[in-house]
């Protein structure tokens, strides 16, 4: 079967790259394989996880050698999985409906410029809703803005932090969401490629 080449592009200790690579071996992602992660910062611990998983981890400056890179590499699929970082439209175009995101939240709420990580929560539990999530779409020139291909809901509890939250919205919602995103988006790009 002739899989999908998946990039992950990561910031930070890549808890989200660590469900991809665990579904990957579970057989969940069995239409795509990752075969490159790439992070903006040059000391983020998932870079780590990439290499003690057999898995191609490089630092990209910026976008223009990461392009370069993926290139190279053949990627068809782009995962951003806590990239903390805009990309440009140039680079959406290089990869337009092939990149998407995991938004800790139930876009429409709490998203956007300025949304992410511990912030996302935080403005949950201070608007005081019962249920916030996880989001997977594809990315666009609008932060958060892009078509939406699944959601998950997660209840907010009595006595929450931003802390607890965060933890119950990723084991919940964004493991068990963006490897199951990825593998349909993975599945079709291999279909249509034969």
């Not at 996880?134 to 009595?158: R, S």
Request: hydrophobic share 45%.
């Amino acid at each position: 079967m002739v899989k999908t080449k998946i990039a992950v592009l990561v910031s930070g200790g890549g808890t989200n790259l660590q469900a991809l690579i665990d579904a990957q071996k579970s057989g969940i992602l069995h239409s795509g394989e990752i075969v490159l992660v790439a992070s903006n910062k040059e000391n983020a611990y998932a870079l780590k996880r990439a290499q003690e998983n057999g898995i191609k981890a490089v630092f990209a400056k910026d976008e223009e050698a990461l392009l370069k890179i993926m290139e190279a590499e053949g990627i068809e699929l782009v995962i951003l999985a806590g990239f903390l970082k805009i990309l440009s439209s140039e680079f959406i175009s290089a990869y337009e409906n092939r990149i998407i995101n995991i938004h800790p939240s139930l876009i429409p709420s709490f998203c956007g410029k300025g949304a992410y990580g511990l912030h996302v929560h935080e403005m949950a539990l201070s608007y005081g809703v019962k249920l916030t999530g996880a989001t997977v779409h594809f990315v666009n020139e609008v932060p958060d803005g892009g078509q939406i291909i699944a959601q998950k809901a997660v209840e907010i509890l009595e006595g929450d932090t931003p802390e607890i939250l965060q933890r119950r919205v990723m084991e919940r919602a964004e493991w068990v969401l963006l490897p199951q995103a990825a593998e349909m988006i993975s599945e079709k790009i291999a279909k249509g490629k034969k």
